[in-house]
């Protein structure tokens, strides 16, 4: 573990502007609601904090782990034994001509709403996805045919030693749920290019958008959304289903009843319940359909 928490926390303190915690328990920051502790967070001020974040994590060799609203993230029992950095103070969001950019902090439902009030449509089909704009663009989020690469038109990040860098689309070669950024780079914002359209009639699609996935996906509990990704001509969600698991439960979680592609929490679940229940989702679809599975949540940290 190296140092000791306290002394890299005051350290972090000393050069830092924003803010610094160690020991923090990340269960309750992640959309999954498990996990044990981290070894420090950090809430950088601005750019330059967190340039100041990164090169001080690069010269000692620490893992970062980027923590914007916890979606789409399984952090170990056993905790986080790095830096966490929160893109808390990221949350600009303003209207430029067809144009919106959104720090990568900002909420996608807090996104949406703005661009329905903006009556600029092109991004209704993020529409339930419960993370912040940082992660739906590294991760290439989507849904309904479409995904966030599709929109994107600048995107700004930070690298360790190199800066503060602007790329345009045609130099981030987005893939399906990916968006092939350089490893290492933390995102601060996007900007996204949209087409006019009567704010209502944004509202509605959303509204009928929000409809469909209650109805469709476990929306009652707490989970990192889609398990794995869907496999070329299939969705991973029919898969688990065929293999007859939908409903399997492993401590208190479970594959859910509702959607194959989602293992839910029903409460007090550890990660541990939830890698054996994508374990056995991944070993009964290879043994009946000859697909494996790809996760498309991360897993950080250490077991217990």
């Given at each position: 573990m190296g140092r000791p928490e306290g002394e890299l926390a005051g350290r972090l303190r000393r050069r830092l502007r924003g803010k610094v915690e160690s020991h923090?328990?990340?269960?309750?920051?992640?959309?999954?609601?498990?996990?044990?502790?981290?070894?420090?967070?950090?809430?950088?001020?601005?750019e330059a904090d967190l340039l100041e974040c990164l090169n001080l994590a690069a010269s000692e060799g620490m893992?970062?782990?980027?923590?914007?609203?916890?979606?789409?993230?399984?952090?170990?029992?056993?905790?986080f034994p790095g830096m966490v950095i929160r893109p808390d103070a990221f949350r600009m969001l303003e209207r430029?001509?067809?144009?919106?950019?959104?720090?990568?902090?900002?909420?996608?439902?807090r996104l949406l709403a703005f661009g329905a009030k903006q009556g600029l449509s092109g991004l209704e089909i993020l529409t339930g996805v419960p993370g912040t704009v940082g992660g739906a663009v590294?991760?290439?989020?989507?849904a309904w045919g479409g995904a966030v690469g599709d929109r994107v038109v600048t995107v700004r990040i930070v690298r360790a030693a190199e800066g503060t860098m602007?790329?345009?689309?045609?130099?981030?070669?987005?893939?399906?749920?990916?968006?092939?950024?350089?490893?290492?780079?933390?995102?601060?914002?996007?900007?996204?290019?949209?087409?006019?359209?009567?704010?209502?009639?944004?509202?509605?699609?959303?509204?009928?958008?929000?409809?469909?996935?209650?109805r469709k996906q476990p929306v009652e509990y707490r989970s990192a959304g889609s398990i794995f990704k869907n496999p070329p001509g299939d969705y991973a969600g029919r898969l688990v289903e065929a293999a007859g698991l939908k409903g399997s439960r492993i401590g208190n979680a479970q594959i859910s009843e509702k959607h194959g592609n989602f293992i839910v929490n029903l409460g007090g679940a550890r990660a541990a319940d939830i890698l054996a229940l994508v374990e056995l989702?991944?070993?009964?679809?290879?043994?009946?359909?000859?697909?494996?599975?790809?996760?498309?949540?991360?897993?950080?940290?250490?077991?217990t």
């Amino acid at each position: 573990m190296g140092r000791p928490e306290g002394e890299l926390a005051g350290r972090l303190r000393r050069r830092l502007r924003g803010k610094v915690e160690s020991h923090v328990p990340l269960a309750r920051q992640t959309s999954f609601g498990v996990g044990g502790p981290a070894r420090v967070v950090v809430s950088p001020a601005d750019e330059a904090d967190l340039l100041e974040c990164l090169n001080l994590a690069a010269s000692e060799g620490m893992p970062v782990l980027i923590l914007g609203a916890g979606s789409n993230t399984l952090i170990r029992d056993g905790g986080f034994p790095g830096m966490v950095i929160r893109p808390d103070a990221f949350r600009m969001l303003e209207r430029q001509g067809e144009r919106i950019t959104a720090g990568a902090g900002v909420r996608i439902s807090r996104l949406l709403a703005f661009g329905a009030k903006q009556g600029l449509s092109g991004l209704e089909i993020l529409t339930g996805v419960p993370g912040t704009v940082g992660g739906a663009v590294w991760g290439n989020a989507g849904a309904w045919g479409g995904a966030v690469g599709d929109r994107v038109v600048t995107v700004r990040i930070v690298r360790a030693a190199e800066g503060t860098m602007e790329l345009p689309r045609a130099a981030i070669p987005f893939r399906y749920r990916a968006s092939g950024l350089p490893a290492g780079a933390v995102i601060t914002r996007a900007t996204f290019g949209l087409v006019p359209g009567e704010g209502g009639d944004v509202r509605r699609c959303i509204s009928a958008y929000l409809v469909q996935r209650s109805r469709k996906q476990p929306v009652e509990y707490r989970s990192a959304g889609s398990i794995f990704k869907n496999p070329p001509g299939d969705y991973a969600g029919r898969l688990v289903e065929a293999a007859g698991l939908k409903g399997s439960r492993i401590g208190n979680a479970q594959i859910s009843e509702k959607h194959g592609n989602f293992i839910v929490n029903l409460g007090g679940a550890r990660a541990a319940d939830i890698l054996a229940l994508v374990e056995l989702a991944k070993r009964r679809v290879r043994e009946a359909a000859g697909v494996e599975l790809e996760l498309e949540m991360q897993v950080v940290g250490e077991d217990t």
